[in-house]
């Protein structure tokens, strides 16, 4: 089992910049996947970035191609999502996840531990 906190939330304005961090600990973290999921006020959790286990391989929601950038450091058992050119409906809760496999799947399937996640709040 993987335990998960997310840090770096909060509130920006339109075209602004935030920095999502995730610490786990539990299994050894340059095994598995991870991955960012965002869920907005009364819409289903979708997904964000994922990156595979030695940051080798990422994959991006058409949404947020070429804003958002997923980044992990396996000595510091952290991943990260620099989040660039911020818009009002990337407003949502951000959640990280610790993959069930290697590989940056897309789904949440693919994600066995979730964190508690983090508030994003962007200004219009």
């Known amino acids: 089992q993987v335990q998960l906190v997310e840090s770096g939330g909060g509130l920006v304005q339109a075209g602004g910049s935030l920095r999502l961090s995730c610490a786990a600990s539990?299994?050894?973290?340059?095994?598995?996947?991870m991955g960012w999921f965002r869920q907005a006020p009364v819409k289903e959790r979708e997904f964000v970035a994922a990156?595979?286990?030695?940051?080798?391989?990422?994959n991006y929601a058409d949404s947020v191609k070429g804003r958002f950038t997923i980044s992990r450091d396996n000595a510091e058992n952290t991943v990260y999502l620099q989040m660039n050119s911020l818009k009002f409906e990337d407003t949502a809760v951000y959640y990280c996840?610790?993959?069930?496999?290697?590989?940056?799947?897309?789904?949440?399937?693919?994600?066995?531990?979730w964190g508690q996640g983090t508030q994003v709040t962007v200004s219009s």
């Open positions: 990156i595979s286990w030695s940051g080798s391989s990422t």
């Open positions: 996840a610790a993959g069930r496999r290697a590989f940056a799947g897309t789904q949440a399937y693919d994600y066995a531990s």
């Open positions: 539990g299994r050894t973290f340059s095994t598995y996947a």
